[in-house]
């Protein structure tokens, strides 16, 4: 044999012995990272390293786990790398755990310093600062009918700058932003923002930067920091950490000004009573930087959901002008041409309160809730879930569910009403999530959705532009389910 042909032979049987070895080692290291600990429930198999997350990220994470659905059941689990995640599908599944296994199913993950109150771990720190948030939110107006002057009072302005495009086409998005956020604005700090404000206009714009950009398992998860960006994120990494380091700047700001003319004798919003509570002593846990963290809780994830949801109403509204006609002749036949809507009349106005349900129904703007942890080894459809296991809850499967909605991706704000034209309260309606970690502002959303949407009904007919294309019903994906960009016009009535 040549030396050539003994090179040749050494070297294909080196290669196929490498090439046998590293499929033996990436087996043994899959069946080692990926093996389904204990007896946790089944669900698609994962790839090497990276887990379900490269699937996830060719779709829409919560329409592939509802289709996931069907195939593993109400739970099953995927991985992201190599940690295991329970997803939760189905009403009576997620009822059981965060309702009747509650304590089981309350914490989070840990997030940057995990305070404020979404993030903030479950335990006696969460519940101190959650009861005193809410109890000093009711203080000046949460859940109250007094709360309504503020809300209208925005919706007013809002009025006078659509009146402004002087019937011309426009996308809607920043004065719908704006306005939402000026009414939490006006009861944590205790004055609105004037359209000019410059600062106030940015951090606007820097929430839309955080809420556009889809959601980063990374965050959630320091051992998949290094995973390549296409599979984290949307938008540049750096941009959405610019704008949100603005937003915490932006606040840090509004908190430093009022603890600079704080009076005891004059308590004029949420930030007053928080910085009262840090006064009076062995308060540890009361610190500015917690103060913070509520604040851009309250700000910036109730203001765009809400921001959200109404977008979505007013697109429906132009893709189903009938609906629009149906609920503006009822609002006008309660409320007048002139007289402020109020929630004392909500009664009254049935439809308009059942086209708003469908709206939250059809697209949710928070299909997928923050991630959940076991608080503790539980057991759920008799699969182990340890202490520990990020949970996903997939609202989606609730919201679209055809065993509890007919015809589930049609627009029937119909279903919402009884026999008599009543509207009914369905139990399966959870746009809010449910139980410990339900959404903190979910009693002023209720009341933001119902105030716009009967005073922009009040006083304009919307319309697609003509010739337009009509608008996508599919979500844009973010941190939020909102609508791709449109444009409409308004004729006032």
């Not at 603890?259 to 509570?277: C, K, L, S, T």
């Not at 609730?398 to 991706?409: A, H, M």
């Amino acid at each position: 044999m040549s030396v050539l042909k003994l090179i040749a032979t050494v070297a294909r049987d080196y290669t196929n012995f490498t090439t046998v070895f590293l499929a033996v080692f990436v087996l043994f290291l899959t069946n080692k990272l990926l093996r389904r600990p204990g007896n946790l429930p089944p669900g698609p198999r994962p790839w090497p390293l990276i887990g379900n997350l490269l699937t996830l990220s060719l779709g829409t994470a919560y329409v592939t786990f509802t289709e996931w659905r069907k195939k593993y059941g109400d739970v099953f689990t995927v991985f992201f790398g190599s940690r295991p995640v329970m997803v939760l599908n189905g009403f009576n599944t997620i009822q059981e755990a965060l309702v009747k296994k509650g304590e089981d199913f309350s914490d989070r993950l840990r997030v940057n310093d995990s305070l404020g109150i979404v993030f903030a771990p479950y335990g006696p720190f969460w519940k101190e600062q959650r009861k005193f948030t809410m109890a000093g939110l009711r203080d000046f107006g949460f859940g109250k009918r007094s709360l309504e002057g503020r809300i209208l009072e925005e919706a007013e302005a809002l009025r006078e700058e659509i009146m402004k495009t002087d019937g011309k086409p426009f996308n809607i998005l920043s004065m719908l932003r704006k306005a939402v956020t000026n009414v939490i604005c006006s009861i944590v700090f205790g004055a609105r923002h004037e359209p000019d404000d410059a600062a106030f206009n940015t951090f606007l714009e820097d929430t839309e930067t955080r809420f556009q950009s889809p959601l980063r398992v990374n965050r959630f998860y320091q051992k998949l920091r290094h995973l390549p960006r296409v599979l984290a994120t949307g938008r540049s990494a750096q941009a959405i950490h610019e704008a949100m380091e603005r937003m915490r700047k932006f606040v840090k700001t509004k908190v430093d000004e009022r603890q600079r003319d704080f009076d005891p004798n004059d308590i004029r919003g949420f930030v007053d009573a928080y910085i009262q509570e840090m006064r009076s002593g062995h308060k540890e846990n009361f610190t500015d930087q917690q103060l913070a963290y509520i604040l851009l809780d309250l700000i910036t994830a109730g203001g765009d959901t809400t921001t959200q949801t109404l977008y979505w109403a007013l697109l429906y509204m132009i893709i189903h002008p009938d609906k629009q006609e149906r609920a503006g002749e009822e609002i006008n036949r309660t409320f007048g041409d002139s007289a402020p809507p109020t929630t004392a009349k909500r009664k009254e106005v049935p439809f308009t309160e059942a086209f708003v349900s469908e709206v939250q129904r059809i697209n949710s703007v928070t299909p997928l809730t923050i991630p959940h942890v076991a608080s503790n080894d539980t057991v759920m459809h008799g699969y182990n879930i340890p202490r520990g296991t990020m949970v996903q809850v997939n609202l989606w499967s609730v919201l679209r569910d055809p065993n509890i909605w007919d015809e589930p991706d049609q627009f029937k704000p119909e279903r919402f009403l009884d026999n008599q034209g009543q509207y009914t309260k369905r139990d399966a309606f959870i746009p809010f999530s449910t139980g410990q970690r339900i959404c903190l502002g979910a009693q002023l959303a209720k009341m933001e959705l119902f105030l716009f949407t009967t005073y922009l009904l009040q006083h304009f007919t919307f319309k697609l532009p003509e010739g337009a294309a009509v608008p996508s019903t599919v979500g844009l994906p973010g941190l939020t389910n909102g609508p791709r960009p449109y444009e409409l016009y308004a004729i006032p009535k």
